[in-house]
């Protein structure tokens, strides 16, 4: 289980990286196969696990409506232009879907499903692509400094357990098992000094207001700490462990991207306020 989850993440860091330092237009393209790809597999578990609550979707149509949502943004520049665009052609959609269905409560209840994974997986996306987009080395910063305090945290949690006397304490055993005070304090601390690492080499920010590169570290943290929590709520509600297995040894899309889900948006406006 190891080896597969240590392969899938060196061959998806080396995919990553490329997009990002990738000069040419190879980048952009590589970009845009991963974006595709996760957001297709993202909205698709997402609503393969409500299924196991007995909630139908159009689990078949909805992905590709998020992937074209995702091409339509990520072709755009650096905008949110072509996103309302896209709305109101969804809602007609909808509308005619209801106004054909022969059983209107399972169309109704479909419609609401499909519309509730574009509005909660879709959107945070948008975001990822709309950074990469206006500059792509802030985007290396929010993956790097969020992934960074997911692995620190796992890391210190798991050796403070076994070091420990009695074990490490844990935060929410109910929801989310491993994860311990110990361990939250550990990934806090990591992120906030790859932040100011990460920031000054790459100068993102005001090198003289390193409080902004802290400040953007604590956030990312509790944003990514946030998410994965919301996704271990989201499938532990619906009886499943994992949102898929499309990834070998890290499980699905979704539970690769969800530290980055309340993370994307988040980041977006914190650089907005900054400016």
Same mark, same amino acid.
């Given at each position: 289980?190891?080896?597969? %989850?240590?392969?899938?993440?060196?061959?998806?860091?080396?995919?990553?990286?490329?997009?990002?330092?990738?000069?040419? !237009?190879?980048?952009?393209?590589?970009?845009?196969?991963?974006?595709?790809?996760?957001?297709?597999?993202?909205?698709?578990?997402?609503?393969?696990?409500?299924?196991?609550? @007995?909630?139908?979707?159009?689990? @078949?149509?909805? /992905?590709?409506?998020?992937?074209?949502? !995702?091409?339509?943004?990520?072709?755009?520049?650096?905008?949110?232009?072509?996103?309302?665009?896209?709305? /109101?052609?969804?809602?007609?959609?909808?509308?005619?879907?209801?106004?054909?269905?022969?059983?209107?409560?399972?169309?109704?209840?479909?419609?609401? @499903?499909?519309?509730?994974?574009?509005?909660?997986?879709?959107? /945070?996306?948008?975001?990822?692509?709309? !950074?990469?987009?206006?500059?792509?080395?802030?985007?290396?910063?929010?993956?790097?400094?969020?992934?960074?305090?997911?692995?620190?945290?796992?890391?210190?949690?798991?050796?403070? @357990?076994?070091?420990?006397?009695?074990?490490?304490?844990?935060?929410? /055993?109910?929801?989310?098992?491993? +994860?311990?005070?110990?361990?939250?304090?550990?990934?806090?601390?990591?992120?906030?000094?790859?932040?100011?690492?990460?920031?000054?080499?790459?100068?993102?920010?005001?090198?003289?207001?390193?409080?902004?590169?802290?400040?953007?570290?604590?956030?990312?943290?509790?944003?990514?700490?946030?998410?994965?929590?919301?996704?271990?709520?989201?499938? %532990?509600?619906?009886?499943? +462990?994992?949102?898929?297995?499309?990834?070998?040894?890290?499980?699905?899309a979704l539970d690769v991207l969800d530290s980055l889900i309340l993370n994307a948006p988040l980041f977006y406006y914190f650089c907005?306020?900054?400016?």
């Open positions: 289980m190891f080896i597969f %989850r240590l392969l899938s993440f060196i061959v998806f860091i080396i995919l990553f990286l490329s997009s990002i330092f990738l000069e040419s !237009i190879y980048g952009h393209i590589l970009f845009a196969i991963l974006s595709i790809f996760m957001a297709y597999f993202a909205i698709y578990e997402f609503l393969n696990v409500l299924s196991k609550l @007995n909630k139908s979707s159009y689990i @078949n149509i909805t /992905p590709f409506i998020g992937v074209l949502i !995702i091409i339509s943004i990520m072709s755009s520049g650096n905008s949110f232009e072509p996103f309302p665009a896209l709305l /109101p052609v969804f809602a007609v959609i909808c509308w005619v879907a209801l106004l054909f269905a022969k059983d209107k409560k399972d169309s109704l209840e479909k419609i609401l @499903n499909s519309s509730a994974a574009l509005l909660l997986i879709v959107i /945070p996306l948008c975001f990822l692509a709309v !950074i990469y987009n206006q500059n792509k080395y802030l985007l290396l910063f929010l993956v790097l400094v969020t992934k960074t305090g997911d692995t620190a945290a796992y890391v210190v949690g798991m050796l403070s @357990n076994k070091i420990l006397p009695g074990g490490n304490h844990k935060i929410f /055993p109910s929801i989310s098992p491993k +994860k311990s005070w110990e361990g939250t304090m550990g990934g806090l601390f990591f992120s906030i000094i790859v932040s100011v690492g990460l920031g000054l080499s790459l100068n993102l920010f005001d090198s003289s207001q390193i409080y902004i590169l802290i400040i953007a570290g604590i956030i990312l943290f509790i944003g990514g700490f946030a998410g994965d929590l919301a996704e271990s709520s989201f499938k %532990r509600a619906c009886g499943t +462990k994992d949102s898929g297995n499309i990834i070998p040894g890290m499980g699905g907005v306020m900054i400016k």
